[in-house]
């Protein structure tokens, strides 16, 4: 059963990001790091909808990018999870389109993309990691 726009906000509070206000964020992003974008850097985006900052992310590595080895570095240095399964599927066409404005993506590199971004609760699994994070500070005083 495909939910409203509404009982998906009340449910799984999915509101998504106007591109304009993903620009201006990377924009704070990159003057607060200055090589952040560079293409070995690492992103998670945890809850990455249908791939607004995950898009912008690899656009803007795309352009530091020389050589074919670059982007394939970029590409693989970018993460999302998304517990709903659609908005992954668009987040990948939206990647593979960008890929393709660039150059033409192997098939190695298609399955990184499709091997990067999962149907996943990424906040419980943030939650995880630090609680683990915590436990292991714990144990070590």
């Given at each position: 059963?495909?939910?409203?726009?509404?009982?998906?906000?009340?449910?799984?509070?999915?509101?998504?990001?106007?591109?304009?206000?993903?620009?201006?964020?990377?924009?704070?992003?990159?003057?607060?790091?200055?090589?952040?974008?560079?293409?070995?850097?690492?992103?998670?985006?945890?809850?990455?909808?249908d791939?607004?900052?995950?898009?912008?992310?690899l656009?803007?590595?795309?352009?530091?990018?020389?050589?074919?080895?670059?982007?394939?570095?970029?590409?693989?240095?970018?993460?999302?999870?998304?517990?709903q399964?659609?908005?992954?599927?668009?987040?990948?066409?939206?990647?593979?389109?960008?890929?393709?404005?660039?150059?033409?993506?192997?098939?190695?590199?298609?399955?990184?993309?499709?091997?990067?971004y999962?149907?996943?609760?990424?906040?419980?699994?943030?939650?995880?990691?630090?609680?683990?994070?915590?436990?292991?500070?714990?144990?070590?005083s």
């Amino acid at each position: 059963m495909m939910l409203s726009k509404e009982e998906r906000i009340r449910k799984y509070g999915e509101v998504f990001t106007p591109q304009d206000v993903v620009a201006r964020m990377c924009d704070m992003l990159e003057r607060e790091s200055p090589g952040c974008f560079e293409p070995g850097k690492t992103f998670l985006e945890p809850t990455c909808g249908d791939g607004a900052f995950v898009v912008e992310i690899l656009r803007r590595k795309f352009e530091r990018c020389s050589r074919r080895e670059d982007f394939t570095t970029a590409i693989s240095s970018v993460y999302g999870l998304e517990i709903q399964a659609d908005n992954v599927a668009e987040c990948i066409r939206r990647v593979t389109a960008l890929c393709q404005q660039y150059f033409k993506p192997t098939r190695a590199e298609l399955q990184i993309i499709n091997d990067h971004y999962i149907v996943c609760d990424g906040l419980k699994v943030m939650r995880m990691m630090n609680d683990e994070q915590l436990q292991s500070r714990r144990s070590k005083s």
